[in-house]
């Protein structure tokens, strides 16, 4: 009987004044007991101590410092260093549950697919949400290959860089699907990125302008 197939998984982790979180993050990768993975953090910019948790944390960790650039250069940083056969992503700020990683893993082996994603639980304050469907970086695990038949993330938004590429991915046919399950623990809290850039907000309108535009380009109808 031929041995289960074990490949790499890299773990993309962009950490922005992270410090507070960045281990309790770390630690969810380590407990999904799974080898080989790596995780790359990529401190951007940070000035609270970011870079010394990732480097103290054992296993090791590969660590990208660079200046201050957003969440689209973090993620495309790291995924350039990524080895690995299967791309996953985590925000700093977040945790996986204990069986993420492995639900994902053989549900995109066994159906053939590009990109599985899976359920998250907001906490925070006391408080967690039910489980809901929600096609986030940190939700989802897709082939390397694939990712880059979509290509980069962009790095003129401050929020919504993840949509943009999902967007991307959809008209590019990637295929994906949901789990039923939740793979993803979704801190909230007074510095998350969403909330601490309100005025950002139109980034997402700028997310949605870009699609329809090319939808028109190519004479889609709803364009």
Known sequence: MPEPRTPLVSVV??????????????????????????AIVVDDGSSDGTCEVARCFQPPVTLIAQAHAGPGAARNAGVAAARGEFLAFLDADDLWTASSLALRLTALEQRGLDLIYGQAIEFGGGMASPPQAALLAGTALLRTASFHRVGWFRTDLRVGEFIDWCARAREAGLRMEALAEA???????????????????????????????RRRREGKPGA
């Open 183 to 213: 793979v993803l623990r979704r801190r909230i809290h007074g510095s998350n990125l969403g909330v601490r850039e309100r005025e950002a907000r139109a980034d997402y309108l700028e997310v949605v302008r870009a699609a329809l535009e």
């Open 13 to 38: 982790i962009p950490a922005y004044n992270a410090a507070a979180y960045l281990e309790d993050a770390l630690g969810s990768v380590a407990a999904q007991g799974y080898e080989p993975i790596e």
